[in-house]
């Protein structure tokens, strides 16, 4: 009988997931909307596993609806992508009036595609302007009918869900969802010491850094970075998205576990042929940037955040599928020397004309996050801080100007005044600013060529 259940529900799931399109919710870093819906879009219309739907993307307020999408095609955003938050599959979308109406609604849903008894579970209740009211009374009717489901229901923030649904009601409109990411996409998994520190979260650094070289195309669009130089590279979040990003290796690689893996809807095959394709376009790339000679300058003048940053690396490579960790490491220490290029000094005294001696950086790459002072130990005001900082950006400018190179790259201030204060000293320069929102701050994003 068991067995039965089984097939049948196996036939249901070929024909309502995999033989009809889906919908789906992707959600990013505040504030960065427009770069998390280019990346989407490019994905799809460069799919590895093509699909037979023209997939409609449409930004929203705070997610991007993604509609006519087979659920091949979201796997492999939920693979590739560096800038989204979480992917979730969209369950129901109805008109529900009142607490009557969302349970039916919620107990019409196909749970055995979605759960298996081994499954732990958040649930998330949102109502606004619902006739159905408390959030908590919904959550409490949501729960009764998942209960036989799945293992547990948790709740809290220091749990450990195998992933998360979403009800959400504004006025009569109900929309179900559950995530097929299970931890946000941002966690890449290979971060150890200082983790909750790290002031910038993984896919905003990586939205950071697209927009960035977006802008460079706007002024140079064959200009190439030879360097990328990390003042303030804390525990090497902008390094490690730099690389991912700059050399095509997707995420997945990292060797981190997704919800839908644990879904009674997961297919195996096509998941592993997706990491094959990762495999080969990751390879590709180290293969091409062997050629061309590249550096990697990491300062700090924190030593506990440098030594972070080495355990970091290793973590890094100890993520890498086996197959890809001689590749990927040599590559990176062969051109950049990592464990010697990170100096415990202070940006603001570089000495660039000594660096310039040593070694031709050619174009420089320099996204910047000041510590707002407090990991330099000052108390005085930021706009002196980004001033200088300023200052010494315009300083490096000029000395690889006159090497025939360029500098491009990006700095983040916590305040107009700060940001003020850094664009006066930057004359003669292109720049374009934009904002988005980290920790409840409005962040002042700088791009400068």
Not at 184 to 199: E, M, N
Not at 301 to 309: E, G, T
């Amino acid at each position: 009988m068991k067995i039965e259940k089984e097939q049948n529900i196996e036939k249901q799931i070929k024909k309502h997931i995999y033989g009809k399109s889906q919908s789906a919710i992707a959600t990013f870093p505040a504030g960065f909307g427009s770069t998390a819906l280019q990346e989407v879009e490019e994905i799809l219309n460069s799919l590895w596993f093509k699909q037979k739907f023209n997939s409609k993307c449409t930004l929203l307020k705070n997610e991007i609806l993604i509609e006519n999408v087979h659920i091949f095609a979201l796997n492999e955003i939920l693979l590739r992508s560096l800038c989204l938050t979480d992917l979730r599959l969209l369950l129901l979308e109805e008109k529900a009036v009142g607490k009557e109406a969302f349970a039916k609604h919620c107990q019409s849903i196909a749970w055995d595609y979605y759960l298996q008894k081994s499954m732990s579970l958040k649930v998330k209740v949102d109502s606004v302007a619902s006739k159905a009211f408390h959030e908590s009374g919904l959550k409490e009717i949501l729960a009764n009918i998942l209960k036989d489901k799945c293992l547990e229901i948790v709740s809290g923030e220091n749990t450990n869900e195998t992933t998360a649904l979403y009800a959400e009601l504004y006025k009569d409109k109900l929309t179900v969802s559950i995530s097929l990411c299970g931890q946000p996409l941002y966690k890449r998994g290979y971060r150890g010491t200082l983790s909750a520190s790290a002031p910038l979260r993984e896919d905003a650094a990586a939205c950071t850094i697209t927009k960035a070289f977006d802008f460079l195309k706007k002024h140079n669009p064959d200009l190439k970075a030879q360097t990328l130089m990390l003042p303030f590279s804390g525990t090497g979040t902008f390094v490690f998205e730099y690389l991912l990003s700059q050399f095509a290796h997707a995420p997945c690689l990292l060797n981190r576990e997704y919800a839908i893996q644990k879904m009674p809807l997961f297919r195996k095959e096509n998941f592993s042929f997706l990491l094959k394709k990762s495999h080969e376009f990751s390879k590709l790339a180290l293969l091409n940037s062997a050629e061309n000679p590249f550096h990697i300058l990491s300062i700090d003048n924190s030593k506990q955040a440098n030594i972070a940053f080495l355990e970091n690396i290793e973590n890094f490579k100890n993520k890498l599928d086996t197959s890809l960790q001689d590749l990927f490491i040599n590559s990176f220490h062969k051109h950049n020397n990592i464990d010697e290029k990170i100096l415990c000094e202070n940006f603001l005294k570089l000495n660039i004309d000594e660096l310039l001696q040593n070694e031709n950086f050619g174009n420089v790459f320099l996204p910047l996050n000041p510590p707002y002072g407090i990991r330099l130990n000052d108390k005085g005001d930021s706009t002196v801080f980004y001033a200088n900082v300023g200052k010494k950006v315009s300083e490096i400018r000029a000395k690889l100007k006159n090497n025939n190179s360029h500098l491009f790259g990006f700095i983040l201030c916590p305040n107009e005044d700060s940001w003020s204060a850094f664009c006066k000293c930057m004359r003669g320069a292109e720049l374009e600013t934009y904002h988005f929102t980290q920790g409840g701050m409005d962040i002042r994003v700088c791009m400068f060529f």
